[in-house]
């Protein structure tokens, strides 16, 4: 089975930054977008940046211009890197791989990342 493992979250300032990473443990990485999404305390999950396998992106409105997501296909891993961030951006994060807009592999345990001064 195919796993997710998220890292790189933490307690971080207002306006502070982090930079977070998902492992896949297959060799079917480059076959699919990637996306991260995050889901915060009574909220739903949501999807806030994708990637695909060439490099192209789109981000959620609310991080445009603070988040960026890249990838490394020889490493099979996708990258966030959050800057200015927001006491709003507080949420468990997580990656999962798509399919026609759809999260196609079982969840990761995710990262946390809290903002707070």
């Known amino acids: 089975q195919v796993q997710l493992v998220e890292s790189g979250g933490g307690l971080v300032q207002p306006g502070g930054s982090l930079r977070l990473s998902c492992a896949v443990s297959a060799d079917i990485f480059n076959l699919y977008v990637m996306g991260w999404y995050r889901q915060a305390p009574g909220k739903q999950r949501e999807l806030v940046a994708v990637?695909?396998?060439?490099?192209?992106?789109n981000y959620e409105d609310s991080v445009k211009g603070r988040f960026t997501i890249s990838r490394d296909n020889a490493k099979n891993t996708v990258f966030l890197h959050m800057r200015s961030l927001k006491s709003e951006d507080t949420a468990v994060y997580y990656c999962n791989a798509q399919t026609l807009g759809l999260p196609v592999l079982a969840w990761g345990q995710g990262t946390q990342v809290t903002v707070s001064s």
């Open positions: 990637v695909s396998s060439g490099g192209t992106t």
